[in-house]
């Protein structure tokens, strides 16, 4: 049972970086993680409180995702072109297809992508350069808040759940 615990601890941990880096699966691991675990050991009501936790840091985490994207977009200026622009420069990012950036893979894409994105955008709505770049910044560096802050959040699940099972797994 604990090589289990501990191979499910492991799938939490990217969980937990999963709710920093874009495109890899977030809160939700952690929230399987969870649910397999009050499979495997047959009480639920063990996880109750992690469950209850988790499902809450999930919630929490989309709205995060939005609110910080939004203040940091609303913040810099940046409008609805800037903000499509960041999605579709983090999508081209992600799969390598940013003319830029011939090296460093998916990884430079997520970072890189976004702010490439959000530049092009409102420069093509804007016609000026300046305000595009600083909307670029601002969808960017509010991005990055959010995802820090769902980072903190999902650490925050796992270690419930850690402190609530750790007595279930390792006792006697």
């Known amino acids: ?38 499979f495997v050991s047959g009480s639920f009501a063990a996880i109750k409180i992690p469950l209850i936790i988790t499902i809450l840091v999930l919630l929490l985490s989309v709205g995060v995702d939005f609110l910080a994207s939004y203040i940091g977009a609303k913040q810099a200026g ?3 072109w800037g903000q499509i622009g960041a999605v579709v420069g983090l999508v ?10 011939p090296f460093g893979g998916p990884l430079l894409g997520m970072l890189f992508g976004p702010l490439i994105g959000a530049i092009i955008g409102e420069f093509i709505f804007r016609r000026e350069l300046w305000p595009a770049v ?36 390792f006792s006697g």
């Open 78 to 80: 940046a409008s609805k």
């Open 1 to 38: 049972m604990q090589i289990i615990y501990w191979l499910l601890i492991a799938l939490m941990a990217v969980g937990v970086i999963g709710a920093v880096v874009p495109a890899i699966p977030g809160s939700s691991l952690i929230l399987i993680a969870i649910i397999i675990w009050g």
């Open 92 to 101: 081209l990012g992600i799969l390598g297809f940013l003319p830029a950036l």
């Open 134 to 169: 600083k909307a670029g910044i601002g969808i960017v560096v509010g991005t990055l808040v959010g995802n820090l802050i769902q980072g903190l959040l999902a650490v925050t699940a796992v270690a419930v759940f850690i402190v609530t099972t750790w007595p279930q797994v």
